[in-house]
């Protein structure tokens, strides 16, 4: 079975900074891209990033130069840096994996497995 489960979230002020945490029970995680999106209230799941088994790295607009996604495959964990945090950034980040390679990156339906999500709140 494939869970993921994120961590790291929190309040924080605008500009500051978090870093999120996806540890992922798939095995061998290393074959897996992983993504991150996330979702405000009232507005559906949107992509913040992404990662391959490759380790190429691909961002939302929004967050390039401010968001940065890494892996690291001996502790089965992608994680997420995010500094200069704005308000509008404030949603549940959810932790994705894709199987295969079928389906752009940036497509929630690309993703077959889900964490439970974390809460980013940033205050103004």
């Known amino acids: 079975q494939v869970q993921l489960v994120e961590s790291g979230g929190g309040m924080v002020q605008a500009g500051g900074s978090l870093r999120l945490a996806c540890a992922a029970s798939a095995w061998p995680f290393s074959s897996f891209a992983m993504g991150w999106f996330r979702q405000a209230p009232g507005k559906e799941r949107e992509f913040v990033a992404a990662?391959?088994?490759?380790?190429?790295?691909y961002y939302e607009d929004s967050v390039k130069g401010r968001f940065t996604i890494s892996r690291d495959n001996a502790k089965n964990t992608v994680y997420l840096q995010m500094n200069s945090l704005k308000p509008e950034d404030t949603a549940v980040y959810y932790c994705?994996?894709?199987?295969?390679?079928?389906?752009?990156?940036?497509?929630?339906?690309?993703?077959?497995?889900w964490g439970p999500g974390t809460q980013v709140t940033v205050s103004s």
């Open positions: 990662i391959t088994r490759g380790a190429s790295t």
């Open positions: 994705a994996l894709r199987w295969g390679q079928a389906g752009a990156l940036s497509e929630k339906s690309a993703y077959l497995n």
